[in-house]
Each structure stands twice: as C-alpha cells, then as structure tokens.
C-alpha cells in the first residue's frame, strides 16, 4: 500500500460551482491529500456547495445539491478541525483518506473518475444515508438542530 503523510495546512479556495466547470485533478496520493484537506476545512466552515461539488454520481443519487445545502445551512457541522493523516490505496480503485478530528480517527473513500478525485459519502458514512433521505424537520430533529434557534 502507498501512504502518504499529509500534515498540510494546504488551503485553496474553493468555490460552490458546478462539477463540469471545476478543473482536472493530479490523479496523484498528493492531489489527494490536499483536495482531501480542502474539502475538510471547507466542510467545517460549512461551505457545503463546494463539498457537494466533490460527491461521486451514488453520492448524488441520495441526496440532492439543493437538499444537502439546506440541510447545512439550516443546521451546521460542529466546530471540529479535520487533519488529513495519510493517503491509502485501496481495492477496487478506492482511495482511503484517514483524517483526524478532536484524536477520532476517521475514513473517508475517495476514487479518481473523470479527471477528478470524487468523494463516496455512501462508503464514507452510511449511517448519513438515512438521515439524508429524510424530510428535512426529520432531519433536523434526528440531528439535534433547532433551526432558526
């Protein structure tokens, strides 16, 4: 396996556009590692437009850009630094980002399709999946968000 130790502060900006106008990625563990650390900070300042932006086409079949923007503009993700830890080679053309958050270590999947690096929020975290699927004041509660509160 290739790993890759990513203790970047890399940051670039990143901007809530379409998928077909975002540009082609390095198929590289290091393009990964920093596109992996974008999406992190970007997740945590809830610039949730450009998360979307990186989700893989089963992604997007769960829930919408419109939907999943709502959703966390309504009820933003807790505080919580990500720090992208290594880049791991997987089966079947996935990519294993670990990353860290307040000493939890954590998995995303990622894999490079069409010139890109996509991220799996279903291999990623099927627990979410559910919860994705859900009207949105269902989500809200499930989540512990009172919005507009």
Do not use: Q
Request: hydrophobic share 40%.
């Amino acid at each position: 396996m290739l790993a890759l130790v990513a203790g970047a502060s890399w940051r670039a900006s990143s901007t809530s556009t379409s998928p077909g106008a975002l540009s082609s990625d390095a198929p590289s563990a290091a393009s990964l590692a920093a596109i992996a650390t974008t999406f992190n900070d970007d997740y945590e300042a809830n610039r949730v437009g450009a998360v979307y932006d990186r989700f893989d086409a089963a992604s997007r079949r769960v829930i919408s850009r419109a939907h999943y923007v709502r959703d966390h503009l309504e009820c933003p993700n807790p505080p919580g630094r990500a720090t992208v830890a290594s880049v791991m080679r997987a089966r079947e053309g996935d990519w294993i980002v670990h990353y860290v958050i307040g000493g939890v270590g954590l998995n995303d999947y990622w894999h490079y399709e069409g010139g890109r690096w996509l991220f799996s929020l279903v291999k990623s975290n099927p627990g979410a999946l559910a919860l994705y699927r859900l009207p949105f004041g269902a989500y809200a509660r499930a989540v512990g968000c009172t919005p507009g509160a």
